[in-house]
């Protein structure tokens, strides 16, 4: 019997019992209304603001087939106990608990986290969960759900609780070996570390202080301002800049949609790359045509250099849904257009159109040299498509994004 009813039948016991002058019954009038009436106010405290349960994650980023930690929170923040508390979490189906109960969820591509509790009065409880992150992207955990109700079992009662955690998976990165030239300059290929060549002339600004940095290059005002540590830093004039231009498109008509493994292939290639350059020193931009979520603009990472600069890269590759906002001969012109004449672009896709060899065409008539490195299985030969005036190079693993141990470039075949 629903409580509303349950309510009417008590107060019609209690006024059958006053008309009638039975006082055996008035009494059990009273105390089932009252039962019904603490039950409802008990659960309505409970929904208003004394309990809370959040999602909290150890790491907001991670690497990928790492294992992330994290607990569901719950706060009874009120002198009343809870006697049985249905949390329901969503959840990406992309990552689920090592251990724990999931289920499905009407939502697509989500899924509930579910744990059930029982609360005393001003206790707070938490339930730990490990997720291993073998897809890229960026996911995000709950809001939560609450479902719980009174001792006597009359009311049940649901509350939201709208907060979220995100969690960025970065993209697989492999060593690469790459057998050809990153930079036409005549000083060599090497990017050299020390600050005695700097070229004055080539400011790029301040970043974080790094060891090896000299006592006299620190920026004070740009520490005092951001109370970290922060150095200027100058281009030499001989270093090496690479701008990666990444495709994500994986087809030329827009209607035969997006093909997921030849996607991941490319950006594990992109991730790998862009590694490589950190490791090697080279300052290095990422530019996609991709979006990422919350944003209508293409995806993009300026020229910059360090382990902040490769993290902000690694975020952008792994933000990155599978759609693109923007045609990528567009974004190769505005990229040559917005980087000084030094830089090597290096065209990472998985297709070479015909519209992207008119693209490299124009580039090559302005005096832009841009290497072209396709990700696809088994392109191993120039098609009749591929620009002349373009370095073209493949990958030479066969293998699926998620089995490759190593990325070897090679020069394609005319």
């Known amino acids: ?47 208003s603001t004394s309990v809370d349960c959040r999602v909290h994650l150890a790491s907001h980023k991670a690497r990928w087939a790492t294992e992330i930690e994290g607990h569901v929170a719950v706060e009874n923040a009120q002198p009343l106990p809870l006697p049985w508390l249905d949390v329901r979490a969503e959840w990406p189906v992309e990552l689920p608990v090592l251990k724990g109960t999931m289920q499905a969820s009407h939502k697509p591509g989500r ?63 492999v060593a690469v070996t790459w057998e050809g030239v990153l930079s036409r300059s005549p000083f060599g290929d090497r990017a050299m570390q020390s600050w005695v060549f700097d070229d004055p002339s080539y400011a790029r600004g301040a970043r974080e202080y790094l060891p090896t940095d000299p006592f006299s290059r620190i920026d004070w005002k740009a520490t005092a301002r951001t109370s970290t540590l922060h150095t200027r830093f100058l281009d030499a004039a001989f270093c090496v800049e690479v701008a990666f231009v990444v495709n994500v498109s994986t087809a030329e008509a827009v209607t035969d949609g997006i093909d997921r493994a030849l996607l991941e292939r490319t950006l594990v290639v992109s991730a790998s790359l862009a590694s490589a350059c950190h490791q090697a020193g080279y300052r290095f931009g990422v530019y996609t045509n991709g979006l990422v979520r919350q944003s209508p603009h293409p995806a993009a990472v300026n020229m910059g250099e360090g382990p902040a600069h490769l993290d902000d890269c690694m975020q952008v590759l792994g933000r990155l849904l599978p759609m693109h906002g923007a045609r990528c001969e567009t974004v190769l012109d505005a990229t040559c257009g917005k980087t000084s004449g030094r830089a090597r672009v290096v065209l990472v896709t998985g297709i070479v159109t015909p519209n992207l060899v008119r693209a490299v065409e124009r580039q090559a008539l302005r005096g832009r040299s841009v290497a072209i490195v396709a990700t696809a299985p088994g392109f191993l030969r120039m098609t009749h498509t591929a620009p002349r005036a373009a370095s ?20 394609a075949r005319r």
């Not at 190079?393 to 998620?402: C, G, P």
Request: glycine letters at 8%; hydrophobic letters at 50%.
């Open 1 to 47: 019997m629903k409580p509303d009813a349950l309510l009417i039948a008590g107060l019609a016991i209690v006024v059958l019992g006053v008309l009638t002058g039975q006082p055996l019954m008035v009494a059990p009038g009273m105390l089932l209304v009252a039962v019904v009436t603490i039950a409802g106010l008990w659960t309505l405290e409970a929904v």
């Open 111 to 173: 899924r509930e986290f579910r744990c059930l509790l029982s609360l005393r009065w001003f206790e707070r409880v938490s339930r730990r969960f490990r997720v291993r992150c073998l897809d890229r992207g960026e996911y995000l955990f709950g809001p939560v759900e609450m479902v719980f109700g009174d001792p006597f079992g009359f009311y049940e009662q649901r509350k939201l609780a709208g907060s979220t955690e995100r969690l960025v998976v970065y993209p697989r990165t």
């Open 392 to 411: 073209m190079f493949s990958v030479s693993e066969q293998e699926a994004w998620n089995e490759l141990e190593h990325v070897t470039i090679r020069k």
